[in-house]
């Protein structure tokens, strides 16, 4: 993976112009991309009101890891909020990882960058999923963002300083912390066990491992199936199951030919075989559910879906 040495927008957009950057705290020293608008009229007050279901899914994520709703209210009320424009980066490859977000509302694709210049889309993520935490060390031993973030749709996320969780956790009971640290190990563990055999499939199997994602987390029943409410293209599904646009082209027509798929507008609609003996596409093995539910298939958004 390439490393990205820095980044110079346009127009350098901050937070709190009012203070050195040496004297600011993480959040005023974030440097934006010149699409990106910044929406602090809300970041006062009622924090909660700019939430919605991301807060609430967040939230319930979190408490059923064991943590109390006061420590998840400790880490979730207190963030600074933040929307980008459709199309825009949220952070490159190797930028700083001070800064944890979470989704609000809207998309985020989670990119991982080649060295030839292309990209693997390693996640994408809706309401309620973390992000932004996942380092690397460059060449040089410098830490930084492993991957890179951009809005898929216009999006409006909540963002906390790592230096704030930390400090949030440190005041948990040690057998608090231990039950929590013992949770993240076993989603890592799920986590390298799925990567593992993703490996040994083949581009077909990688499209229904993907699409039973995208069910799993976008899906809405319809009368055909299930219809993924991401806007997806052929490109999109290359760049998640690493092949060439014209080998996804080949296995969606394979697919839609065999009536596993079907295409309507710009929304694909997944045909439901959970009722025939397989039941592979929509509901998988139980292994397979039990995989994807733990957040498996999914390591970009944390606490159940990391990075």
């Not at 809706?126 to 935490?133: K, L, Q």
């Not at 993924?228 to 999109?236: I, M, Q, T, V």
């Not at 929304?267 to 039990?290: F, P, Q, T």
Request: hydrophobic share 40%.
């Amino acid at each position: 993976m390439h490393k990205v040495a820095s980044f110079k927008p346009e127009k350098n957009t901050r937070l709190s112009p009012s203070h050195s950057a040496r004297d600011e705290p993480p959040l005023n020293r974030l440097i934006l991309s010149p699409k990106t608008s910044l929406s602090l009229s809300n970041a006062r007050g009622s924090e909660r009101s700019i939430a919605g279901e991301g807060y609430d899914k967040l939230k319930a994520k979190l408490m059923s890891y064991g943590l109390p709703e006061t420590v998840v209210n400790e880490l979730v009320e207190h963030h600074t909020p933040i929307t980008y424009p459709k199309g825009s980066m949220i952070f490159l490859q190797g930028a700083p990882t001070d800064i944890i977000y979470w989704v609000s509302s809207g998309l985020v694709d989670i990119l991982c960058p080649q060295p030839e210049g292309s990209q693997i889309q390693a996640s994408l993520l809706g309401p309620g999923e973390i992000f932004g935490f996942v380092e690397f060390s460059d060449f040089d031993g410098k830490q930084g963002q492993a991957f890179q973030a951009r809005a898929r749709t216009n999006v409006q996320l909540g963002l906390i300083t790592r230096d704030r969780v930390c400090k949030v956790l440190s005041r948990l009971d040690p057998p608090l912390l231990v039950q929590l640290l013992g949770e993240i190990a076993a989603i890592w563990g799920s986590f390298t066990h799925y990567q593992a055999r993703y490996l040994g499939m083949n581009f077909s199997e990688r499209m229904e491992a993907v699409l039973r994602d995208l069910v799993r987390k976008f899906g809405v029943k319809d009368s055909r199936g299930t219809l993924l409410l991401p806007e997806l293209g052929h490109a999109d599904f290359a760049e998640m199951i690493g092949s060439s646009r014209p080998m996804v082209s080949r296995l969606i027509a394979e697919m839609v030919a065999n009536k596993r798929l079907l295409y309507d507008g710009k929304h694909y609609i997944v045909i439901d075989h959970s009722a025939n003996d397989s039941g592979e596409l929509n509901g998988g093995s139980m292994a397979s559910r039990k995989l994807n539910s733990a957040g498996a298939s999914n390591p970009m958004g944390f606490l159940g879906q990391v990075e």
